[in-house]
């Protein structure tokens, strides 16, 4: 089949953020607060979309280097030409950003092994995604269906050994884990 179709598009996008970072010193350890704000709005399809973020981090009062980190906040991606044109050619003004709600546990630990300085960082997460906009591929042709009608999540963990493993080489190592699944509504 062979489409035709001719869009004269402008738009706008604005964004704003307000963080606010401070730490508090405890017996336990150190205490580090990161708090912010994303506002986002396209006039497009009319759509504001606030993001709250906040990342709490303790380096302990121990021997070892090690800061210890949680982190959530909610995300959004405005999407993209190809994303909001259908399968005909046809505008969806209607479309919203993909968005996600994430939440990180992740630690780094700093070390001196064979004479040399390393760093070992680890990270699990779960990602609960919405508003998704699904896609097909078609031969090497991927085609978006410009509908926020799926939903889904991500989930994995990440390891990763940075150092000089051949002195004055900077190199590393990663072992990561990741399962993803969508749901799109109506497909049976």
Known sequence: NYYKSKHDISSNR?????????????????YFFNLGVRGQYWDFNKE??????????????????????????????????????????????????????????????????????????????YKYLWDLIPYEIDNVRIRYTAQNNAKGYATGLDMKLFGEFIKGIDSWVTLSFLQTKQNIDGDG
């Open 14 to 30: 604005l964004t704003a953020y307000l963080q606010r970072q401070f730490e508090d010193k405890t017996s336990y350890g150190t």
């Open 48 to 125: 504001f979309f606030p993001s709250p973020r906040v990342s709490v981090s303790l380096k302990p009062n121990i021997k070892q280097d090690i800061l210890l980190r949680f982190a959530t906040g909610i995300y959004a991606q405005f999407p993209f030409y190809r994303e909001y044109r259908d399968n005909e050619g046809n505008l969806n003004y209607d479309i919203k950003s993909q968005k996600s709600l994430h939440f990180v546990l992740s630690s780094d630990w700093n070390f001196v092994m064979m004479e040399r300085k390393f760093k070992f960082t680890t990270a699990a997460y």
